[in-house]
């Protein structure tokens, strides 16, 4: 499926994102767990987001329009444990803030590693969404170099954790970013006034 990308702007304030009304994907990770590559990977480009080996760099909302559509939205790490604590409150708020007030959110993609199962901040990240019954996927990153015992154990620890949907990805390999390529396109096509299911659990409680 199509997925033309082009970077439009980076915003460090809420009240500064686009006001055209069109949907938004929203990606976030700790630091570090490959949102750059992955979004290169989806848009088959290399040099679209740029890469870092030094964690937190990314520390604003940066907006990529896709197929003149709707936007892919790379949002900060966290996790990072040199960033101060004035900062990383500073981008929880804003966080918080686009999570809970941005009406053009169709769904978030988490994005954990998946050599690293269970980390106490992705779980405590996935509580937060699920508490507010937020429109979230799950994307394991880094696939080609976690076992497969490794990426079933954690598909499976993300699925009893109410997850409806788990994608074990490579921006190396290219494993797994044609399904969530399709995946992402037809959520930014869902209505905003209609109550996404994502995570398996809220539809029982």
Same mark, same amino acid.
């Given at each position: 499926?199509?997925?033309?990308?082009?970077?439009?702007?980076?915003?460090?304030?809420?009240?500064?994102?686009?006001?055209?009304?069109?949907?938004?994907?929203?990606?976030?990770?700790?630091?570090?767990?490959?949102?750059?590559?992955?979004?290169?990977?989806?848009?088959?480009?290399?040099?679209?987001?740029?890469?870092?080996?030094?964690?937190?760099? %990314? +520390?604003? @909302?940066?907006?990529?329009?896709?197929?003149?559509? &709707?936007?892919?939205?790379?949002?900060? $790490?966290?996790?990072? /444990?040199?960033?101060?604590?004035?900062?990383?409150?500073?981008?929880?708020?804003?966080?918080?803030?686009?999570?809970?007030?941005?009406?053009?959110?169709?769904?978030?993609?988490?994005?954990?590693?998946?050599?690293?199962?269970?980390?106490?901040?992705?779980?405590?990240?996935?509580?937060?969404?699920?508490?507010?019954?937020?429109?979230?996927?799950?994307?394991?990153?880094?696939?080609?170099?976690?076992?497969?015992?490794?990426?079933?154990?954690? %598909? +499976?620890? @993300?699925?009893?954790?109410?997850?409806?949907?788990? &994608?074990?990805?490579?921006?190396?390999? $290219?494993?797994?970013? /044609?399904?969530?390529?399709?995946?992402?396109?037809?959520?930014?096509?869902?209505?905003?006034?209609?109550?996404?299911?994502?995570?398996?659990?809220?539809?029982?409680?």
């Amino acid at each position: 499926m199509k997925f033309e990308a082009a970077f439009i702007s980076s915003f460090s304030k809420i009240e500064d994102l686009p006001k055209d009304g069109r949907p938004e994907i929203a990606l976030i990770g700790r630091s570090n767990v490959g949102k750059s590559s992955l979004i290169n990977a989806l848009a088959a480009r290399k040099q679209l987001a740029k890469t870092s080996a030094t964690p937190g760099k %990314t +520390r604003t @909302l940066n907006y990529y329009l896709i197929n003149g559509n &709707f936007y892919l939205v790379d949002m900060p $790490g966290y996790g990072y /444990a040199k960033q101060s604590k004035t900062d990383r409150g500073h981008w929880a708020r804003i966080a918080e803030r686009y999570f809970l007030e941005r009406a053009e959110l169709r769904a978030i993609g988490l994005l954990i590693d998946a050599r690293h199962a269970g980390l106490e901040s992705d779980m405590a990240v996935l509580e937060w969404f699920k508490g507010h019954h937020l429109p979230a996927f799950a994307v394991l990153t880094k696939a080609d170099k976690a076992s497969q015992q490794g990426i079933a154990h954690h %598909t +499976r620890v @993300l699925i009893d954790s109410g997850f409806l949907h788990v &994608f074990a990805t490579s921006a190396e390999t $290219g494993k797994s970013i /044609a399904q969530l390529r399709k995946f992402i396109l037809e959520s930014s096509m869902e209505r905003d006034d209609r109550a996404p299911q994502v995570f398996h659990s809220l539809a029982r409680e």
